[in-house]
């Protein structure tokens, strides 16, 4: 007989960690309240890291007027920061959660161990969707995703509805990464009211047997489950994100593809396809 007391209480987070890096666009204040509003509903404790790489100048040749304005674009970010943490302590006392956050002004080869170090003791990772093309923000994410270990949230910038796990999509093609993604979300998917699994393939794979998953997940959730085999394609990214689109989620969860370096990652790949347009919250592990 299946029993689900006690289930609350022992799916429950107890740790968020979230990483923002200052650089010249702007803080995503919807990865922040997602943040907030997901310690908020599991009572976990919220940590956070503000990183400034300082700029500086390779030879000492150049001129002392470029070192001044140097200073001062390292000095506007470290403003930034401090006034950033300040928000965000203010945030979660408002919230009603525990919260410790900081400012890292290092060199990016320590920073990202520090911040490695940190998250793989957290249950989950919450960062703003990466945007643009410099360096450091992309770096970091790199190292959070491929080597903290750690399942991760992704908040695009324009997401203004907090947290929230009603509703959520499944990517599943039967891989080890997705299988891998399934595992680290069932304590989101237990929550869930609705879940639809969407088996994806490309033209030259047999779809996965999403039964088979959805009937995994029927002992472990309560939510009603929906079975969808999208069409064989040749953008299997661009299938799928409709998929999401028409349905709406407050979440979706796919496996993370891809080799040590951010860019052969997302080259031509699913993931970035999501990252790119999704407006939705995505979950991902790898």
Known sequence: ??????????????????????????????????????????????????????????????????????????????????????????????????????????ALAQMRENFLNIARTKDVIVLPKPVGTLATSQSIFESLLFESGRPIIIIPPEWDSGCSFEHVVVAWDASREAARAVGDAIPFLKRAKTIDIACVST?????????????????????????????????????????????????TVMGAFGHSRWREYFLGGVTVNFLETSTVPLFISH
């Open 203 to 251: 033209e030259s794979k047999e779809t996965a047997a999403g039964a088979d998953l959805a009937a995994h997940l029927s002992r472990h959730c309560r939510g009603s489950l929906r079975l969808s085999e999208l069409p064989a394609s040749s953008d299997i990214g661009e299938t799928l994100q409709a998929f999401v689109r028409t349905v709406g989620p407050d979440l």
């Open 1 to 106: 007989m299946n029993s689900f007391d006690g289930e609350q209480l022992d799916s429950r987070l107890r740790s968020v960690y979230l990483n923002i890096v200052v650089e010249e666009d702007p803080i995503s204040r919807a990865a922040v309240y997602y943040a907030n509003t997901l310690c908020s509903q599991e009572g976990a404790h919220l940590t956070v890291d503000i990183a400034t790489i300082a700029l500086d100048i390779p030879s000492g040749r150049l001129v002392a007027e470029i070192g001044g304005l140097l200073e001062q674009v390292n000095s506007e970010r470290r403003r930034i920061a401090t006034s950033e943490m300040n928000q965000i302590e203010v945030g979660a006392r408002l919230a009603g959660i525990t919260a410790d956050c900081r400012v890292v002004n290092a």
